[in-house]
């Protein structure tokens, strides 16, 4: 069942209006540090990984998501909860020659579960252990069609497979 939010209604409005305001505020913080795209594909969440990891953000929307300690391109995903749960999927989109090309690149890829804005765990895997199955669903000739996605379970049984780490825990 879809529900809405009835936003005609003065006092939801007013709460509504409240909301924009201190995204607002976030944005303009976010301006006066470089970063332009905070809301721009959920850069916000790239953020929140980068500072629970003690990383570099990247405050473009080219090339790696951020830089670890050893300034290495890193590649984040995320899940969400919803409804308590995670029922998601880590999402590997557009899938090109170039995106792959991008992913090779990166030193591990960064797997975060949250809960709004709190991470509650973050598990690294390196690139290497993922890279085949990313690269056979890549698009052919080049195309952007190309996409693999890995379940909660998948990347969890990596750590018990030890070839991942869980290295934060909210």
């Known amino acids: 069942m879809t529900n809405y939010i009835d936003c005609s209604d003065p006092a939801v409005k ?4 409240n909301i924009i305001k201190k995204l ?8 006066k540090m470089a970063i332009k795209n905070l809301l721009y594909n959920e850069g916000y969440v790239d953020l929140l990984i980068a500072t629970c990891l003690g990383h570099k953000y990247n405050i473009g929307t080219q090339g790696a998501d951020a830089l670890d300690k050893h300034n ?15 029922t998601g999927s880590f ?4 899938l090109s020659k170039n995106k792959v090309k991008k992913y ?6 960064y797997f975060a579960w949250r809960d709004g804005f709190e991470v509650e765990k973050i598990i ?10 990313i690269i056979r669903k890549k698009g052919r000739k080049g195309s952007t069609a190309g996409h693999k996605s890995f379940g909660c379970k998948f ?8 070839k991942a780490r869980i290295v934060y825990s909210g």
Do not use: T
């Open 124 to 133: 690294r895997v390196k690139q290497k252990v993922l890279m085949n199955q």
């Open 104 to 109: 090779r690149k990166c030193s591990h890829f």
């Open 14 to 17: 007013r709460k509504i209006n």
């Open 72 to 86: 290495n391109p890193v590649e984040y995903k995320c899940v969400a909860k919803k409804e308590d749960k995670y």
């Open 91 to 94: 999402q590997f989109h557009w």
């Open 24 to 31: 607002r505020q976030g944005v303009e913080i976010g301006g």
């Open 155 to 162: 990347i969890e049984d990596l750590v018990e497979k030890k």
